[in-house]
């Protein structure tokens, strides 16, 4: 009696309803042509090629033929004689070739502990020179194989064998990239992953990423002295007079509004700091008339200027930046007085 092995059973195609009805026809009107393939073993003979037509007979009480693949010796030799067996006939779907070629490399052993005579035969290296030799595509793309099989059959286990059909048709709804995607979605949320292919829910939603919630800080009256919102700015220097005059020097640099001239300073001090700023400023302010002659733009000038101050203020500079602070407070003053 032929019989069907488990391990072989993956590399048989399976016909749909319609093409097995078909074949049924087929085989009833004409008979069975074609021998069925089968390997001979010490505990029985097992089905390569013709599994349906061999249902079909069993069914019917017809006759047929057979014929022994004695090259075969091991689990995966029949294997690859199975797949040359149906690539040779072109009824595979690229899908499905990417399937079989993936299980054949995921079902092999590896080199180490193996011996090519063991029950399972080639090792993976093998098998993959083979599959390159067959259907002349290199290692890379049987490798993307075994990873598209490997995610079949978890994608198979969450949502059950009618999903492989899904992608593995002749036009798939699912491609093979978003069903590598799907599998590793199935540790997080197998649910989510089987509602997929029973219409529930589209791959977009299961794959999208969930986006973090914006928090959003509440806005101030636009009356309120803080109304700037930046960073680094104290209440109590803003209602100081040196904040009123450094827009002031600001508003005369760029002929901005007041509110644009706080932007600029607050953006400033964000940048820099606070008394790097002021300093800055007062630098500004006594070199108005130069900065204007040489037509500098005021905001990149003060930049700078504010930029070299933090810098100095880590070091040595910064010692001596503070002793003068008081002749800064006093070069304000000057300008205050001037009506600058």
């Known amino acids: 009696m032929i019989k069907d092995m488990p391990e072989l059973q993956a590399y048989m195609r399976e016909l749909s309803a319609e093409e097995f009805s078909e074949l049924e026809r087929n085989i009833l009107e004409c008979g069975i042509i074609e021998p069925l393939a089968i390997w001979r073993r010490t505990d029985g003979d097992y089905i390569l090629d013709g599994r349906h037509r061999l249902k079909i007979a069993m069914k019917h009480k017809l006759k047929f033929d057979t014929i022994t693949i004695s090259s075969i010796s091991s689990i995966n030799d029949a294997r690859l004689w199975m797949y040359r067996k149906q690539a040779g006939r072109r009824n595979l779907s690229p899908a499905e070739h990417a399937l079989i070629r993936g299980s054949l490399v995921l079902d092999a052993p590896s080199a180490q502990g193996q011996r090519p005579t063991s029950r399972h035969g080639v090792?993976?290296?093998?098998?993959?020179?083979?599959?390159?030799?067959?259907?002349?595509?290199?290692?890379?793309?049987?490798?993307?194989?075994?990873?598209?099989?490997?995610?079949?059959?978890?994608?198979?286990?969450?949502?059950?064998?009618?999903?492989?059909?899904?992608?593995?048709?002749?036009?798939?709804?699912i491609s093979r990239q978003d069903t590598v995607r799907l599998a590793k979605a199935v540790e997080k949320s197998p649910e989510d992953?089987?509602?997929?292919?029973?219409?529930?829910?589209?791959?977009?939603?299961?794959?999208?990423?969930?986006?973090?919630?914006?928090?959003?800080?509440?806005?101030?009256?636009?009356?309120?002295?803080?109304?700037?919102?930046?960073?680094?700015?104290?209440?109590?220097?803003i209602r100081s007079e040196q904040w009123k005059?450094?827009?002031?020097?600001?508003?005369?640099?760029?002929?901005?509004?007041?509110?644009?001239?706080?932007?600029?300073?607050?953006?400033?001090?964000?940048?820099?700091?606070?008394?790097?700023?002021?300093?800055?400023?007062?630098?500004?302010?006594?070199?108005?008339?130069?900065?204007?002659?040489?037509?500098?733009?005021?905001?990149?000038?003060?930049?700078?200027?504010?930029?070299?101050?933090?810098?100095?203020?880590?070091?040595?500079?910064?010692?001596?930046?503070?002793?003068?602070?008081?002749?800064?407070?006093?070069?304000?003053?000057?300008?205050k007085n001037a009506g600058i």
């Open 245 to 335: 005059l450094n827009i002031l020097i600001m508003r005369k640099l760029t002929g901005e509004s007041e509110v644009e001239a706080r932007k600029m300073l607050g953006r400033l001090i964000h940048d820099c700091t606070q008394s790097a700023v002021a300093g800055a400023m007062a630098i500004a302010g006594n070199n108005l008339n130069f900065i204007k002659s040489e037509k500098l733009k005021p905001y990149a000038y003060i930049k700078a200027i504010a930029s070299r101050i933090r810098l100095a203020g880590n070091g040595r500079e910064g010692q001596k930046l503070d002793k003068n602070w008081e002749l800064i407070n006093r070069m304000i003053e000057e300008r």
């Open 193 to 237: 992953v089987a509602k997929v292919f029973t219409g529930e829910k589209t791959v977009k939603e299961v794959l999208r990423r969930p986006q973090p919630e914006r928090i959003r800080e509440p806005m101030l009256p636009k009356t309120s002295i803080v109304n700037d919102d930046l960073p680094g700015i104290t209440e109590e220097w």
């Open 123 to 173: 090792t993976k290296s093998e098998i993959i020179k083979q599959l390159s030799s067959i259907d002349g595509v290199d290692k890379r793309t049987i490798q993307r194989d075994a990873q598209f099989a490997k995610s079949v059959r978890v994608i198979e286990q969450a949502a059950g064998p009618s999903a492989v059909e899904k992608v593995t048709a002749k036009n798939p709804e």
